[in-house]
């Protein structure tokens, strides 16, 4: 597929860049299967080919239509069309740049004030973990108060066991790692990085909470506010380079919303000074997620010596495994299979699931924003993974646990707190669980 920038953009990296992306696109419509929002309205628009074409019409046109940002808003950019393109089209940088030109490039689509209040309150609450996690105590501790509509929206206060839980362990290894705090997943679920570091530290390696890295920038950057986005990826970066050059190991993730868009610093910073861009790229290559840092042999040797002489559980945990698509789609060949090897190596086992790569519909902000695509979604995805009636539902991001959660039958829990609980003890299922 062939796109001439109107002169208006012709020669901007923004129109190069699209133009390169666009190219690699041979209208097969491979893709088409594979996105979830086609499957759900049948709307070529709504597919990944059709977004190609709007994005390329703006182009040529030199300013995006309505059309172009209703169905931009309406993408996941869950990549699943990357995974399935045979040409190797990257669908979710080119939705970026199409979002860009929706966002900034005049003159701008208009929106509605409350699509403007909505968006903004997003911007400035979410990405601040010092302001969301109080307002998420606040709403806990109102929560009989609240309508039901909110009230499901916030998730259970830990019970006082689950609270006096969440001490780190000692440094006391000579491996060390850093971990992302995220923005707001302090405030939705504090035990996450602690059961990371509990984990961990049974491995030989110290996990450091790393203070000094702000909101990762992945939620400006897809809502299309590039150059805010790209303030916090400057900072996190200094901020990285300081805890490496500080000898630690790694940067480590345990949500993969995050994961990916760090993993991604040096392309994000591509337009900046070379010095920059190539910290970017070493912070970038630096990051891993959890799945990446756990071994699954060495833990099953833990789990074995916790395990000792006792009998097994008289059945194994049935765990309903749900890959991000940030995960599968957007790291892919870095993790894939590593969270289902690390579940067995405790014990667990692991249902068949349908339709394993069908997006959950939370997307980050996207539940806000399209609450009925995301509902729809988030039916069919629950109803897949609980098809074999498992016991618990393991997910490897906050956005996803906390969109399950909302609506699930059984539990929804991060894969780490299960192979914490497991590792400790098989006997503590019910903390899994």
Known sequence: ?????????????????????????????????ACPTYRVTGNELDGPRGRIYLIKDALERGAATAATRDHLDRCLTCRACESACPSGVQYGRLADLGRELVETRPPPVPRTMRERLLRSAL????????????????????????????????????????RGSLA??????????????????????????V????????????????????????????????DAALVRVRRNVEAGARLLDGGFEAIVSTASGCGVFAKDYGHALRHDLPSVRAAGERVGAATRDLCEVVDAAALRG????????????????????????????????????????????????LVDVQHPTLCC?????????QP????????????SLTAATPDVIATANVGCLEHLRQASPV???????????????????????
């Not at 780190?168 to 990085?193: D, F, I, K, T, Y």
């Open 195 to 226: 059961a990371a570091a509990r984990v961990l530290d049974r491995l030989g390696i110290t996990l450091v909470p790393a203070h000094e890295v702000g909101c990762c920038g992945a939620m400006e950057h897809h809502l299309g506010h590039l």
């Open 411 to 433: 539990p929804v829990r991060h894969w780490i707190e299960i192979v914490d609980a497991l590792a400790h003890s098989p006997a503590l299922r019910e903390r899994a669980g």
């Open 302 to 349: 833990v789990w074995a010596t916790t395990t000792g002489g006792a009998p097994p559980p008289p059945r194994a945990l049935r765990v309903a495994w749900q890959a991000p698509c940030s995960l599968q789609h957007g790291q892919r060949a870095a993790t894939a299979g590593k969270v289902e090897a690390i579940l067995r190596a405790v014990g667990c086992e």
């Open 361 to 369: 519909g939370s997307a980050g902000t996207y539940s806000i924003l």
């Open 168 to 193: 780190w362990p000692a440094s006391r290894h000579a491996r060390r790692m850093a971990v992302l705090e995220g923005c707001v997943q302090p405030g939705l679920a504090p035990q996450v990085n």
């Open 372 to 383: 009925e695509l995301s509902r729809e979604l988030r039916e069919r995805k629950l109803a």
């Open 1 to 33: 597929m062939f796109a001439r920038p109107a002169e208006t953009l012709a020669g901007t990296p923004l129109a190069t860049e699209a133009q390169q992306l666009i190219r690699r696109c041979v209208h097969c419509g491979f893709c088409l299967p």
């Open 123 to 162: 911007r400035i609450v979410a990405p601040r973990r010092a302001l969301f996690t109080p307002l998420v105590r606040v709403g806990q501790a109102l929560r009989p108060l609240l309508p039901a509509p909110m009230r499901a929206l916030l998730p259970p206060r830990l019970a006082s066991a689950q």
